[in-house]
């Protein structure tokens, strides 16, 4: 069994399904990348895994806990972190008070964690006092990762991590992703950049009008002729 097993998803806004029958697992210490046409419901399943959309039919299991009726707070203490595209720091607060925000469920000394994401983000430290509105659009992204990693996540989600920002930033980001994963942690992650998402991804998602259309490793993904000249540009 996979660590999360979101399977046979189907669901929407009211009475209109988005997601039709898909299904998105991710191991731990693996990168899961969903990729696919705008429109084509992969925000929307994210939305599902984390409990912003009921389903119709399907359940979300993680690990071996059906998480499928838990509230998103609740998957969040359950071992969930999620850092949504937009509006994913609070702008007047300082870097440092960002963090501690993300630690608002535990009740043990979590300053260790803080250091640790001070080390991965090193530019954090030396901004630790700024406030997150006055950060470049990269840096921000880095403060909307570490704080769910305050949450010290079994399973890390992110919805396009690199909307935004430079070539440059971009392959920072990744990097760091790929540091993250390392530690066990399993990452899902929505990408429209995804040639350079599937190049890092253990398994990649082709989400077609809600349905999964190719599902297999971000290499094969890559290779794969139709993909290629479907998505990739060729």
């Known amino acids: 069994m996979s660590f999360l097993t979101a399977e046979h998803m189907t669901g929407g806004y009211g009475a209109t399904d988005i997601l039709h029958d898909c299904t998105i697992k991710v191991e731990q210490g693996e990168i ?80 260790g964690t803080i250091e640790q994401v001070y080390d991965l983000f090193p530019v954090l430290k030396e901004k630790r006092r700024q406030p997150a509105g006055e950060l470049s659009g990269g840096q921000r992204q880095q403060v ?26 971009m392959d920072e980001l990744f990097d760091r992703i790929i540091e993250v994963a390392r530690t066990g942690i399993a990452i899902l992650m929505v990408e429209q950049n995804a040639r350079q998402a599937l190049n890092i991804a253990d398994h990649g998602y082709v989400l077609v009008q809600g349905r999964n259309a190719w599902t297999d490793t971000g290499e094969a993904l890559l290779a794969n002729p139709e993909v290629r000249r479907t998505f990739l540009g060729g």
Do not use: C, W
């Open 32 to 111: 899961a990348v969903i990729v696919g046409p705008n429109g084509a419901g992969k925000s929307t399943a994210m939305k599902a895994v984390f409990g912003m959309l009921p389903l119709r039919e399907g359940r979300v299991l993680l690990g071996e806990t059906d998480i499928t009726a838990m509230s998103p707070q609740e998957r969040v203490a359950n071992g969930m972190g999620f850092v949504p595209q937009t509006h994913n720091v609070f702008t007047s607060m300082s870097v440092e008070e960002n963090l501690e925000m993300g630690a608002y469920l535990r009740e043990d000394d979590f300053r």
């Open 144 to 169: 909307a990762v570490g704080r769910a990693l305050m949450t010290e996540p079994k399973l890390l989600m992110l919805d396009e991590p690199t909307a935004g920002v430079s070539p440059i930033v």
